[in-house]
């Protein structure tokens, strides 16, 4: 009763106010059903995905808003080892050494799929440590039992670190999986590997520095943001609790860094808001 729906991409200054806006549908692409994922790369270009059933696609554009590139196409997925079409992207990131796009695929699918960032032809695709992906029926999550060997829905953020590591969230299992870019298994870490739901790595953000010593991962069920650090993916701190209230949180979901180490958090469900949270310190 109290509002009108904001537009799909909203662009903000450093103090909350906004500074221009676009997105929906247009000419000659097919925007998502469920707009979910948002990454600015490093020639300004702005990717966005989709979540709902028939979103199998990412999408380009220039930083106001004019259609660039469009990779796959909306309610074709045919699973995970499908090489033209996504299902319900979930994280974007764009190495800008190689040009190259990662995508965290997803809600639908389990695995994390790279194509050239210029022409969207397809690169390679990997899952769970590195193995090919499979979408067989998955047994509910037990903390108990040993790691599985699969993703599971969804595979919701990658991010890539400066010394060409691939970080990817595997949400409802609980853990952080690193690789070359190759798609080359390096490690796992487990966060909070008791917790059900919803899990805990619902993202994975680097720390400004030149050395990106820390990892920072959303946890949407626990509603804190975990602090690891790097070299070792150590649980080193944590911050945040649930509530509605100025640095709490109520859904978190995903979580995002500027140059001078301010950070950024959306809230989904009934949270429906964005935190920011100022670097205090060296």
């Not at 032809?121 to 899952?127: S, V």
């Not at 790691?147 to 599971?152: A, D």
Request: with cysteine; aromatic share 10%; hydrophobic share 35%.
């Amino acid at each position: 009763m109290c509002c009108v729906p904001a537009p799909p991409v909203i662009e903000l200054d450093p103090e909350g106010h906004v500074a221009r806006f676009w997105g929906g549908p247009g000419a000659g692409y097919e925007w998502p059903e469920s707009e979910h994922g948002i990454h600015v790369d490093h020639e300004d270009h702005v990717w966005i995905g989709g979540n709902a059933a028939n979103d199998a696609h990412v999408l380009k554009f220039t930083s106001d808003g004019n259609f660039l590139l469009q990779i796959g196409r909306a309610g074709q997925s045919d699973g995970s080892n499908d090489t033209d079409d996504l299902g319900r992207p979930a994280g974007i990131r764009v190495d800008p050494v190689a040009n190259e796009v990662y995508i965290a695929d997803g809600y639908g699918n389990r695995r994390v799929i790279v194509f050239d960032a210029e022409t969207g032809a397809y690169r390679r695709h990997w899952g769970a440590y590195g193995e090919p992906p499979d979408d067989t029926d998955l047994p509910t999550y037990d903390p108990t039992t040993e790691p599985i060997r699969h993703y599971r829905s969804p595979v919701h953020d990658v991010a890539i670190a400066n010394d060409g590591l691939v970080y990817v969230a595997d949400r409802t299992n609980n853990r952080v999986q690193v690789f070359q870019k190759d798609g080359s298994f390096v490690t796992e870490a487990f966060i909070r590997p008791e917790t059900l739901g919803s899990g805990t790595a619902s993202g994975v953000t680097l720390s400004e520095d030149s050395e990106q010593q820390w990892l920072f991962v959303p946890d949407g069920t626990n509603n804190v943001v975990w602090v690891l650090d790097r070299a070792t993916l150590a649980v080193r701190d944590f911050f945040g609790r649930l509530g509605k209230n100025a640095g709490q949180f109520y859904r978190l979901h995903n979580l995002a860094i500027d140059s001078r180490g301010n950070l950024y958090t959306t809230e989904v469900n009934v949270g429906q808001r964005v935190q920011k949270f100022d670097r205090v310190g060296p």
